[in-house]
């Protein structure tokens, strides 16, 4: 029987090997969140007429990315699947920043051998976010 890595078909020249592709935080004030994850990460996110209900975070391909979103459908919770944000060289940096931005850290940052750093938030929407760092 064939592995997965022999009947996958690639769909862009570079394409990286993932389980996840994208994600969406979903959001109650579009704009707050917006701010809130603009300040901790002292990073704008990308907007685009065509999506005017998704903020994009940076991302260069063939890299995974998600957004904020807001809309019918994206009610924020603590509850949940929990995402990693990348914060690899600025940990420290990005959750000094959280609670200044309207955030609360309910996990601090802790070490996992072979993981790297990890804490958990709230962000200013009532989600449960992790943050992670290799450094």
């Known amino acids: 029987m064939p592995t997965l890595e022999e009947t996958a078909v690639a769909t862009a020249p570079?394409?990286?090997?993932?389980t996840i592709t994208w994600f969406e935080i979903p959001t109650s004030d579009f704009a707050r969140a917006i701010r809130f994850y603009e300040t901790i990460f002292a990073s704008p996110l990308q907007h685009?007429?065509?999506?005017?209900?998704?903020?994009?975070?940076?991302?260069?391909?063939?890299?995974?990315s998600?957004?904020?979103?807001?809309?019918?459908?994206?009610?924020?919770?603590?509850?949940?699947?929990?995402?990693?944000l990348n914060c690899d060289g600025r940990f420290?940096?990005?959750?000094?920043?959280?609670?200044?931005?309207?955030?609360a850290i309910i996990e601090p940052k802790t070490h996992l051998p072979t993981v790297g750093w990890v804490a958990q938030i709230l962000d200013s929407e009532g989600n449960r976010v992790g943050l992670h760092s290799t450094l």
Do not use: K, M
């Not at 570079?14 to 993932?18: E, G, P």
């Not at 009610?75 to 699947?81: H, I, L, T």
């Open 14 to 18: 570079s394409t990286a090997v993932s």
């Open 66 to 84: 998600g957004c904020l979103a807001h809309g019918e459908g994206h009610v924020p919770s603590p509850s949940g699947v929990v995402i990693y």
């Open 48 to 64: 685009h007429a065509d999506w005017p209900n998704l903020a994009i975070f940076p991302y260069q391909r063939p890299g995974v």
């Open 92 to 103: 420290d940096e990005v959750l000094g920043r959280v609670e200044e931005a309207g955030g």
